[in-house]
């Protein structure tokens, strides 16, 4: 009978406490959404962010699951205030950098995500984030490596983007093709531009980049007739690229690659 009753007042406390607490947790939350949404009210109005709403957004930050309820605040936002918005609180991403560099892999993962999906930049002349991300490439865990890649190469700095390419040739995890493939379709500026620069330094890159690489400007159908003829012609690479390569004259036809497709065809 004893330990009946205590169960039963254990049951009866734990209930009260979830509830109070569920109440709590839900209480912040609204008091958070609300608060972020006067502040981007205010300055609809034409007025600059308060100092304290930036050191209270950093205390929350810190916390995931406030970062995910702060995403979707500002997917309600035009793109042109949450870019004004962001003008503002930039500040704050490089303090909470630092922060996230110290946590585990599934909230820097998260923070990567936030900073590619956002288009977060550093001013001139400071890289916090872009240090930042290219420290997450070192992460064991695919999803924060696959989230950093994304933000640098979302984030368009051609400079930044040869160089994470490089270093994933010393790089102890694997990328595959694939991931690689898919993150550089997220650059959205000058492809052709990128492409040129890439392919200055083509052989700097591991296969699994290189083949990227070409998948990439085959599916844009980029001006490299020239270029991947040169690589047939000298017969210089191995037959995963001659692959890509071919796959790319499918859809760009090229008087002076016939011959050498003919030729490959009668080897097959």
């Known amino acids: 009978m004893a330990l009946c009753a205590c169960m039963m007042i254990y049951n009866i406390a734990y209930t009260i ?3 109070t607490t569920e109440k ?24 600059t962010l308060a100092a304290k709403h930036r050191k209270y957004l950093y205390s929350k930050l810190r916390w995931v ?5 702060f995403e979707q605040i500002l997917d309600e936002q035009t793109k042109q205030i949450r870019n004004e918005y962001f003008k503002n609180i930039r500040y704050i991403f490089y303090k909470l950098a630092l922060y996230y560099q110290k946590t585990d892999s599934v909230k820097k993962a998260y923070f990567a995500y936030i900073i590619g999906k956002y288009k977060i930049e550093d001013e001139i002349g400071k890289n916090i984030l872009t240090n930042t991300l290219f420290m997450f490439l070192d992460e064991e865990t695919m999803y924060c490596r696959d989230n950093a890649l994304r933000a640098i ?33 997220e650059y959205n500026k000058g492809k052709q531009i ?26 844009y159908k980029l ?3 020239e270029e991947f003829y040169n690589l047939l012609e000298k017969n210089i690479v191995n037959n995963k690229i001659k692959v890509e390569i071919i796959k790319y004259f499918k859809d760009n036809i ?15």
């Open 17 to 19: 406490y979830s509830r």
């Open 24 to 47: 709590n947790i839900e209480k912040q939350k609204n008091g958070f959404i609300k608060k972020v949404r006067n502040q981007i009210s205010l300055l609809e109005s034409g007025i």
């Open 65 to 69: 699951h406030n970062l995910l309820i």
């Open 153 to 185: 190469i979302k984030l368009g700095n051609i400079k930044n983007i040869l160089e994470v390419l490089k270093r994933i040739k010393k790089s102890k995890y694997y990328f595959s093709v694939e991931m690689l493939y898919e993150n550089l379709l």
């Open 194 to 219: 990128l492409a040129e620069k890439i392919w200055q330094e083509f052989d700097e890159f591991n296969e699994n980049t290189q083949i990227a690489i070409i998948k990439f400007i085959t599916n």
């Open 223 to 225: 001006n490299f007739s």
């Open 254 to 268: 090229y008087d002076k690659v016939e011959k050498l497709l003919i030729d490959y065809a009668k080897l097959t």
